[in-house]
């Protein structure tokens, strides 16, 4: 169990070089500029325990794929800026993340400082959890942090490698907030419990649907993956995205939910097109009756109402993945009304991050869920049950009795 993770809470700061890695892998628009500084705002709370506790904070993270050559369509400078911005002062940003340089910088440095280092990718090393690099940015620091919920499910030196070479490593605030909810709420849920599970596919969903079908009350599925389940069930499906090779398991996972007294729920309706252009024909159909070569595309206003009546009772929601095609406007109706289904319900609710994140921001319901994560991928290795290679690397904490 990761929640027994020594966190920042345990350790001192004060006076010491501490070196936060953080996830600022934001979107940037062709001009450099952020547009969506929610990952950057998920970590602050870190860098000012840091800063107020008066340590010389040293943060870094990845940006995009630059796959281990300097680009500067991939620098963090404008993260650098947008950090002064939210922290209400100067930053110090590096010209890169390890080398002379560097530790010229951090040597200047006084608490309560906070310097940005140059995107990691930068380097082939970080990637490949290179001793040598993991060594050298080890070396800047005696305390390591790691925050980046969104890079935990990789073996990457800033996550796993450098925690060999620091003497003290914790989890910082959202790291450890991740983890209370993520796997505190699976392992020990408020019942009824219920799983929203949608995304195109079921095979990308395996292990979640596995490790959830044994802990819910009630499952709701839902996006492309629906259809795999329809057609297990033998209906007809059109043109709706399927993965034959799945039937036999879709089959296998709602007889044992049955079996076990889980409530299973799949649309009853759905949103169906000619084509997958956009502006071409659609109409609402009951799944018993999708025509020949159209596409499903949304769930229906029927399974709205379903879905919606399913989770009224629920006292915890964990929702991962879209309803529809919700990038488009005409197959988002599923998703949005999902979104407001789910802040609505006086439940504990938590969604899982990457698209589904994104619908709930789209929807406006980001304040009113009690936790949205942070890592799409992260979240998903978690929610099956798999060890986080940037968690394992972690101590545990010394003291016999967990403090939550």
């Known amino acids: 169990m990761n929640l027994r993770k020594q966190t920042i809470d345990d350790i001192s700061l004060k006076g ?148 060999k070479f620091i003497p003290v490593s914790a989890a910082g605030f959202l790291l450890k907030k991740e983890i209370e909810y993520l796997e505190g709420a699976v392992e020990n849920p408020v019942r009824p419990f219920v799983a929203i599970l949608g995304g195109a596919k079921v095979s990308g969903k395996i292990g979640v649907i596995e490790n959830l079908g044994k802990r819910v009350d009630k499952v709701i599925i839902g996006g492309g993956m629906a259809f795999t389940f329809l057609k297990a069930k033998g209906m007809e499906i059109g043109n709706s995205l399927v993965e034959n090779d799945m039937l036999d398991f879709a089959k296998g996972i709602e007889e044992h939910a049955l079996s076990r007294g889980v409530k299973f729920y799949l649309p009853v309706d759905c949103v169906v097109a000619a084509s997958r252009e956009l502006g071409a024909e659609s109409k609402i159909v009951p799944v018993q009756e999708i025509p020949k070569g159209w596409y499903a595309l949304d769930i229906g206003p029927a399974s709205v109402k379903l879905f919606n009546e399913a989770v009224q009772n629920a006292k915890t929601i964990l929702w991962n993945g879209p309803m529809g095609v919700f990038e488009i406007d005409a197959y988002a109706r599923g998703t949005l009304a999902m979104a407001h289904t789910v802040a609505n319900a006086y439940a504990l609710t938590i969604v899982g991050g990457g698209e589904t994140a994104l619908a709930v921001h789209r929807a406006g319901e980001s304040e009113n869920m009690s936790f949205i994560s942070t890592g799409g991928g992260a979240a998903l290795e978690l929610l099956e049950g798999k060890q986080l290679p940037g968690l394992t690397a972690l101590p545990d904490r010394v003291e016999q009795s967990p403090r939550h």
């Open 16 to 163: 010491k070089r501490v070196i936060i890695r953080a996830d600022f892998n934001v979107p940037l628009d062709d001009s450099h500029q952020i547009t969506d500084d929610t990952r950057i705002r998920s970590t602050l709370p870190t860098i000012n325990r840091a800063v107020d506790d008066g340590a010389k904070v040293i943060l870094c993270s990845h940006l995009g794929r630059p796959n281990g050559t300097f680009n500067p369509k991939y620098s963090l400078a404008p993260v650098a800026k947008r950090l002064g911005r939210l922290l209400g002062k100067e930053i110090l940003f590096a010209p890169d993340c390890i080398g002379p340089a560097v530790e010229q910088l951090v040597a200047t440095m006084k608490p309560g400082d906070v310097l940005l280092l140059e995107n990691l990718r930068f380097h082939k090393g970080e990637e490949q959890n290179d001793d040598a690099f993991s060594k050298a940015l080890a070396a800047l620091g005696d305390v390591y942090i790691n925050d980046a919920f969104g890079a935990a499910h990789r073996a990457h030196a800033s996550t796993v490698g450098i925690t």
